[in-house]
């Protein structure tokens, strides 16, 4: 069988590169005959090993993204971009003539169903049904003061926010297959009934366990505001004077250092709170912590709660949209909040630093559950997908 994935690149450290590099690698192991292109790598190298049976073709196309430009300005840079996009693309599916064509990333959506190629087309969710509007929230929360203007802003970015929504929807009712990474947002997708679920798989084999001593609480991930680290840092506040040998260290890159390092210095707990780079070797921090905490305001799915729990360590976690509700069994192997309530979250924590027993615990049936992810079980889930796609032809 001859598999497609369509994606902007594998350059980077991004959990969509990641998991989907995962998964082309092991479709390529067993068998299917697997091609990747992409849109802007520009020469850069794979950031995450490709197998070499994968056949990779970059179009060069590098889309301008929100950012430094406006959106409206990235739209209309981009829109001619689209057009040689289809084009090549077309090309290229004519010529491997797949069976299955699969959206990975931000741009196919917009147009390939209409590449009539023969083969099946699957457009994957990695975010959940109403991430653009979820966003704005977020961003207005970081004022102190609101002036019409910024109201005024708020109020187009989220009307910009329901647009995108209301037309992702109009492109996925246009392929043969929707896949959302949990069952939460499989239930708000009520645009496509037949929308599937298929989680996101673990990314390693774990061959060690945690031994839960070290007096570390972990999160891990891009510091942007939806992960929201500076209010696990306004939590670990409240409770980090009562446990001074204990540090919350952080493991990303991004564009919020500044804001995580001032509220630590607002609360004078620069020395309990520790940033580190982002590193391949992620597993030595999880190895070295004894509780994972994530504050996200919301996710697409969340798969460092699954790795942290692979490696025996529990987790306490907000129940945000979406994903820890489908990987957290609350009170068993970690802790699922109420989003915002941070007392609680610093309560859970406080139990889980006091009671080793308790950590110990929860730790061995983290490790248990997270079995539920394994590659194996996951990729069975795509390949039973993909069947049953191409019998329908």
Not at 104 to 125: A, T, V
Not at 213 to 233: A, C, M, Q, Y
Not at 266 to 293: M, N, W
Request: charged share 25%.
């Amino acid at each position: 069988m001859t598999i497609v994935y369509c994606l902007f690149g594998t350059y980077s450290t991004g959990g969509i590169e990641r998991v989907t590099t995962l998964k082309m690698n092991y479709l390529a192991e067993h068998g299917y005959d697997v091609h990747l292109i992409t849109t802007g790598h520009a020469g850069r190298p794979s950031y995450y090993p490709l197998d070499p049976r994968i056949h990779h073709v970059d179009l060069g196309i590098c889309y301008d993204e929100p950012g430094t430009l406006s959106r409206f300005t990235v739209y209309r840079r981009n829109y001619r971009k689209y057009q040689r996009h289809e084009k090549e693309l077309r090309r290229l599916l004519f010529e491997i003539k797949p069976d299955i064509t699969i959206a990975s990333g931000w741009h196919e959506p917009k147009f390939l169903y209409r590449i009539k190629d023969g083969s099946k087309k699957i457009i994957e969710h990695h975010s959940f049904r109403n991430m653009n509007t979820a966003m704005y929230p977020i961003f207005l929360a970081q004022f102190d003061h609101l002036t019409p203007q910024i109201r005024f802003k708020y109020w187009l970015r989220t009307l910009w926010g329901k647009l995108m929504t209301y037309k992702q929807g109009l492109y996925d009712r246009k392929f043969d297959q929707l896949v959302v990474l949990s069952e939460e947002d499989r239930e708000l997708c009520t645009h496509c009934p037949d929308a599937v679920c298929i989680h996101n798989p673990l990314t390693f084999i774990p061959k060690e366990t945690s031994p839960l001593t070290d007096k570390v609480i972990l999160s891990v991930g891009r510091l942007s505001v939806e992960k929201n680290f500076p209010e696990l840092v306004e939590i670990w506040a409240l409770i980090a004077k009562d446990y001074p040998e204990w540090k919350l260290r952080i493991v990303g890159e991004g564009y919020t250092t500044e804001r995580i390092l001032a509220v630590a210095q607002k609360h004078g707990i620069e020395e309990q709170v520790e940033l580190c780079p982002f590193t391949k070797d992620i597993q030595r921090h999880y190895l070295s912590s004894s509780i994972y905490a994530m504050s996200s305001a919301f996710e697409g799915f969340g798969l460092v709660l699954v790795e942290a729990e692979a490696l025996g360590v529990p987790t306490v976690a907000y129940a945000c949209q979406c994903g820890p509700r489908d990987i957290i069994r609350d009170g068993v192997d970690g802790f699922l909040i109420q989003p915002g309530d941070r007392e609680a979250f610093a309560n859970k924590l406080r139990s889980l630093i006091e009671h080793e027993e308790l950590r110990q615990e929860m730790g061995k049936k983290a490790k248990v559950n997270a079995e539920r992810f394994a590659l194996d079980r996951i990729m069975g889930e795509w390949e039973k997908l993909f069947q049953k796609l191409v019998q329908a032809k």
